[in-house]
Each structure stands twice: as C-alpha cells, then as structure tokens.
C-alpha cells in the first residue's frame, strides 16, 4: 500500500508596510514644540521676582598705624659725662655703748676673768664691727669678743666686794644643788652652770664636788670640773676684794673643812 503525502499550504500575511508622515506634519509640530518654549519662558519670567539690589554700605578705612615716638634723651651726652654717679650712702651703725673702759676687769663665761686690753675694728663681710680684745688671765690668751654681741655671750663685770659673803654663803649649804644619778648627766648640768657665768652657779658647782668627794672618789672628768670651777671662783673673789689669791683659797679650805 503506498502512502502518499499530502502538501499543505502556509499562507503568510505580508507586512504592512509603514506609510512614511509627510514632512510638512514635521514641521508643523517643530513649529509648535517652539511656540510652547517661548510661552513658558515668558511665564516663567512673570512668576520669578526680580533680583534685590544689596544696599552699599560705606566701608570705613582703618585709621594708619601710628609709629611710637621716640623720646629724646633729658640730657646730651656731653653733660652726662659731667655729672658724677650718686651712690646709695649707708646709714652708720648706731653707736653702742660698751660698759667697759680699756684695763677693765671682766667675766667671760667659761674663760674667766680677763683684761679689756684693747676695741679694734675689723671689716666682716664689708661690714665694719667692733671688737673687745680681752686677754684671759689664767690662759694668757686673747679673745675677741663683738661689742654688739656683749649681753648674749654672757660678759659681765667683776662682782663687787659686798657680793663676796654672799657667795660664801653658798659655800656653806651642806646640800648638793646637782642629785643625778649618773655622772654624765650631772655632767650636763654641772657644765651649763659653768656656762652661766653666774658666779653664784660656779660656787654651788664647787661645793658640790667637794660634798661628793668625800662620799667617793672623784673620776678624772670630776675632779678636772672642780679645778675649773675653784680656779675660776677663787681669781673673781681675788680680784673683788683685791687680795693675794692664796688667802681666797685659805679662806675657802677653811670653809670647806666647817661642812
């Protein structure tokens, strides 16, 4: 059996073909979209406000720079050099009195008595001071002392002879003015007695050792402190009543063996 195929027919549409526009509808349109420009830009102008003018406003200029003046000189040169340079003049010490003539007698703590043999006057610092010269009479040495500083070291006069009973009073009292009762610290006391210069506070210093000394027997560092402290009262006594230093000593053994 035979097969036979049969033809079928596609039809295809054609495509349209596109009128082209005339060119005179082109233009016309041209036309219009240029009119409608021209309209809006003269609505717009209408609409927008016309710009404000800024006020002018009058700058004012600095005022110039003044350059400083320059001050003349008061005077020339020529008559600076003819007037001399005032210096600052110091005002003079105050004068002090010094109690003490020169060949006076005086006390000086912890030296003793001395000879004001002499007021010298020395530069300190360009500063000038005074000084008493005072020779020490059991040393020999000299001692320069600044007459300002005459209360504060402790330089007194000679007692006076009417003094001297008083101080053998002291002698006499049987009691100790010192209890320590170790010796450094009687030391201590027994020495800022010796200091003093009081020849009261010499006296009960004197009397003192004597006492302990025959309670026991003294150390070197005692009995070197009782030295110091006859020698000091028995040249002070001497000198106050004007006697041999031998007989103040007899005076004071005889004393001494009363207690």
Known sequence: MKHTTKKVKVHVKPKAKVKAKPKAT???????????????KKVVSKKMPAPIKKASVPVQKAAPIQKPVQTKRIFPAAIKKTI???????KPPAPINIPFNIGDYAVYPAH???????????????????FLVINILDTGMNVLVPVKNINNVGLR????????????????????????????????????????GSVFEIAEVLRDLIVLKREKELS????????????????????????????????????????
């Open 112 to 130: 003793g008595v001395g000879r004001i043999e002499a007021v010298e006057t020395k530069n300190i610092m360009d500063e000038k001071m005074e």
């Open 157 to 196: 006069q000679v007692i006076k002879a009417s003094r001297v009973k008083d101080v053998y009073d002291v002698l006499k009292e049987k009691k100790r003015s010192v209890m320590g009762p170790t010796w450094n610290r009687r030391y201590r006391e027994y020495m800022e007695k010796i200091k003093s």
């Open 220 to 259: 070197f560092g005692e009995r070197k402190m009782l030295d110091t402290a006859k020698t000091l009262l028995i040249k002070e006594i001497a000198l106050a009543k004007g006697v041999n230093e031998k007989k103040i000593e007899a005076e004071m053994l005889k004393i001494f063996s009363e207690l």
């Open 84 to 90: 001399p340079e005032v210096k600052e003049l110091k």
């Open 26 to 40: 082109i233009k016309a349109k041209i036309k219009i979209i240029a009119k409608v420009k021209a309209l809006a």
